[in-house]
């Protein structure tokens, strides 16, 4: 398996002041995502890289300090598709806590997000929508050169077998024909069979890449030889991202190992552990602030200082997409 490992990118900010400012935020409880003023989309970027996440902390465990790289590099746009709602069979309920737990998850990543695209700088505003692509809502927020999709499908648990309390759906069986059709827990949309959750996948990637020529799908690694044990979520994101690009034969596709990482020898160096660890705690304060449990402990924490990843590179550049009313229409 090819190894390699992100390059990390800094802008003379001390990784001791990234820690001590996410720290500082923690204890005082700021880190509650208020409503901000609207912005103008960023323009076209040369490059769109898209990552992919069964869950909303997959990428900052498993392909960080990647994501953290691509948000800092201003010829980049970032785009984070988080498809399912991460609800462990809670679907749209509490827990037992003050707020739904699929919302403080989203939270920890959207902050995560605004974290890497604000450093070093101050922040500004951000655009939340329900665009529509092939009729399915899908809530987006739109911050500086980055995107965040959540298509809040139910999480399927680590079998791919679901949860009573969601219906037992998940994406294991939409795509096996078990489950007819998937319901997103919020109730926004229905999908009816894989087919047209991978086309919609495809029309979400094409309004982002617009005229972009260069294109990176970040993925979980599907070879079982180098990523063994995975989530069923992890892996079935993976087909459906693939499946939405088959035809982009321009595409880089990096493959990530992912609880498996947690197993193999740390390989990044001080300032690349610095920034992911700083991003998982960003994460982590996201979800106390919204009365749920911490990610910031032994178990989470193994992943730290890895970052395992293989690389299919692609052919030719990339052209723009075909505009038809099919496939979104575009509207924030």
Aim: glycine share 8%.
């Amino acid at each position: 398996m090819r190894v390699a490992t992100a390059i990390a990118r800094f802008w003379g900010w001390p990784p001791t002041c990234w820690l001590a400012a996410v720290s500082g935020a923690i204890l005082s409880g700021s880190f509650v995502l208020a409503p901000v003023a609207q912005t103008a989309e960023s323009p076209s970027r040369e490059r769109v890289s898209f990552y992919f996440a069964g869950h909303e902390d997959d990428w900052q465990l498993f392909m960080n300090p990647s994501a953290f790289q691509d948000v800092a590099d201003p010829k980049t746009k970032a785009v984070f598709i988080h498809m399912t709602a991460g609800d462990a069979g809670h679907g749209t309920g509490n827990a037992g806590r003050k707020y739904p737990y699929y919302l403080a998850r989203e939270n920890g990543a959207e902050l995560a997000i605004r974290f890497m695209a604000d450093s070093p700088g101050h922040p500004t505003g951000k655009l939340a929508s329900n665009p529509s692509f092939r009729g399915h809502r899908v809530y987006n927020v739109s911050y500086r050169n980055t995107a965040a999709y959540f298509l809040r499908l139910p999480d399927g648990n680590p079998e791919g077998s679901g949860y009573e309390a969601t219906g037992f759906q998940s994406l294991a069986r939409l795509a096996s024909g078990a489950n007819g059709k998937l319901s997103a827990i919020d109730g926004s949309t229905i999908y009816t069979g894989w087919t047209d959750l991978v086309l919609t996948l495809r029309a979400i990637m094409d309004y982002e890449r617009a005229a972009s020529r260069s294109i990176q799908l970040n993925i979980a690694d599907s070879d079982v030889n180098n990523n063994p044990g995975d989530h069923s979520d992890h892996q079935m994101s993976a087909k459906a991202a693939l499946a939405a690009a088959a035809d982009l034969a321009c595409a880089r596709r990096t493959h990530y190992v992912d609880y498996a990482s947690a197993r193999l020898p740390e390989n990044l160096d001080g300032q690349q552990r610095d920034m992911e660890s700083s991003v998982l705690a960003v994460t982590a304060a996201g979800l106390l602030a919204l009365d749920h449990g911490s990610i910031w402990h032994p178990y989470y924490r193994s992943y730290l200082g890895r970052n395992y990843f293989r690389i299919e590179e692609g052919v030719g550049p990339c052209r723009a997409p075909v505009a038809t009313a099919s496939y979104a229409t575009g509207k924030r």
